[in-house]
């Protein structure tokens, strides 16, 4: 399996509900990043947490890290339909300068 | 401050022939990266750039896949003599130094197409 897995692959909710979004990685981390990718679409950055940060909060968002357990989650509260879309998390592992290894993505889907 | 720019939006090329994609980073970014994304799939790092220098090519096919950043005009990333397996979504990313703890911009993707 690859660095940076998202769990679920997909989460079906209706507006007004919470969405966590999980990520797990295998190796040491200078950060872990978010962000967001509607269909078709490039990816818009969401919050980035750097791995001596345990939360991080960005208005309806809410990003945990746990590097003993090499595990992220994003939470989204109070969800909207606009929040329909792709999660992915994006971790830059140490030594490698500037590379982003991301995951494969939690397709969002907010209903009304 | 217009963010990063990419083009053609969509692109179609046969087999064999020539695919050049261009990235202009957001002003006052220096280092730029290149990401390709299969469908329904996460992005997967190809190469890093500075300003005329390649830093890191280590995800860049050693064949056929080429990348530059002149000191002037856009970065270009060229791939020769397509193969239908090249088809995918292509995105440039800009950051204003070294990404180390910094979020990258992204831009909306060149989505290639080899029939």
């Known amino acids: 399996s690859q660095q940076g897995e998202e769990d679920p692959q997909a989460l079906s909710i209706q507006e007004g509900e919470n969405a966590t979004m999980n990520c797990s990685y295998k190796t040491s981390i200078n950060n872990l990043q978010w962000y967001r990718q509607n269909s078709g679409r490039g990816l818009v950055h969401l919050i980035l947490i750097r791995s001596n940060e345990r939360e991080k909060h960005s208005g309806r968002l809410r990003v945990t890290l746990d590097t003993s357990k090499k595990s992220s989650s994003l939470l989204i509260t109070a969800s909207r339909a606009a929040d329909t879309a792709s999660y992915f998390c994006a971790t830059e592992i140490t030594g490698t300068a500037s590379k982003l290894t991301f995951g494969t993505g939690t397709r969002l889907q907010v209903t009304l | ?115």
């Open chain 2, 1 to 115: 401050n217009a963010g990063v720019m990419q083009n053609p939006r969509h692109l179609v090329r046969r087999r064999g022939q020539e695919a050049r994609l261009r990235c202009s980073p957001m002003k006052g970014h220096s280092h730029v990266y290149w990401y390709r994304q299969l469908p329904e799939e996460g992005l997967k790092f190809m190469v890093y750039l500075q300003k005329e220098n390649i830093i890191d090519e280590s995800g860049m096919p050693k064949e056929r896949f080429s990348a530059e950043f002149p000191k002037e005009g856009p970065s270009i990333l060229r791939i020769q003599q397509v193969v239908r397996g090249d088809s995918a979504a292509y995105f440039c990313a800009s950051s204003p130094r070294q990404g180390r703890n910094y979020g990258y911009t992204f831009g909306s993707g060149t989505r290639l197409t080899v029939v």
